[in-house]
């Protein structure tokens, strides 16, 4: 298995645009996490899906951001207008349970820099 | 407010040394424990986890300790090898199936050598 894959592994835009995040987790995972890391917070869960579906996103910061799983290969986390403070690097996980028996599988991250 | 602290941002240890790494949390709810760790430009990987009817776990060179009483875990490794200079996440997570793990913010361990 490839593991979890994200894309692109850098991303850096200009303040104001859209930014799509893109994971693509384990097969057979049921759970698929978006984190995201800073210095200030480290590493903070923003949403999680079950079976494609959001159980959780009270750790989504603002209305900017959304997240969607289409199907159980694919997610996409979206910053709409993305601002400076948005700079951090996004993970994405996958797990076969939701709590921490088996542990996750994380992505290599995407490092986002808004200018 | 965290419920997972980690209040050493760094330590440093000379290779062929014990590292210890220590972590609180708050929460008596918490029933699973992991540690992760974490290179640069990699995403976490998992390490090793211990459930909170235990109060220890090993693997290889990598045990855990967990302390009910005291909210406290700490992770040992022995001997240290330079190659597990990383940052190590602490990390928790409750009982059912919707509980989400909650991570600590990090410890930098450099092994000299």
């Known amino acids: 298995d490839a593991g979890v894959i994200q894309s692109p592994r850098h991303e850096v835009t200009e303040m104001g645009q859209e930014v799509t995040l893109r994971c693509k987790p384990i097969?057979?995972?049921?759970?698929l996490f978006w984190y995201r890391q800073t210095m200030m917070r480290g590493l903070e869960l923003l949403i999680y899906?079950?079976?494609?579906?959001?159980?959780?996103d009270s750790g989504m910061p603002e209305d900017r951001f959304s997240a969607k799983m289409p199907n159980a290969s694919f997610s996409t986390l979206k910053i709409q207008p993305s601002e400076p403070r948005d700079s951090a690097v996004y993970f994405c996980?996958?797990?076969?349970?939701?709590?921490?028996?088996?542990?996750?599988?994380f992505g290599s991250g995407t490092r986002l820099t808004v200018v | 407010d965290q419920q997972v602290k980690q209040n050493s941002p760094s330590l440093s240890v000379q290779e062929g040394r014990i590292s210890i790494l220590n972590c609180d949390y708050t929460?008596?709810?918490?029933?699973?424990f992991l540690w992760y760790k974490k290179y640069p430009a990699e995403g976490p990987t998992f390490l090793i986890s211990?459930?909170?009817?235990?109060d220890k776990n090993e693997d290889g060179r990598f045990t855990v300790f967990l302390n009910k009483s005291a909210k406290h875990l700490s992770l040992h490794i022995v001997p240290s090898q330079p190659g597990d200079s990383a940052v190590y996440f602490c990390?928790?997570?409750?009982?059912?199936?919707?509980?989400?793990?909650?991570f600590g913010p990090g410890t930098s361990l450099s092994v000299i050598p």
């Open positions: 929460n008596s709810m918490f029933d699973y």
């Open positions: 211990i459930s909170s009817i235990k």
């Open positions: 996980a996958s797990s076969k349970t939701s709590g921490g028996r088996y542990g996750y599988t």
């Open positions: 899906f079950n079976n494609n579906v959001p159980i959780d």
């Open positions: 990390a928790a997570s409750g009982k059912t199936s919707y509980d989400k793990v909650i």
């Open positions: 097969s057979g995972h049921d759970y």
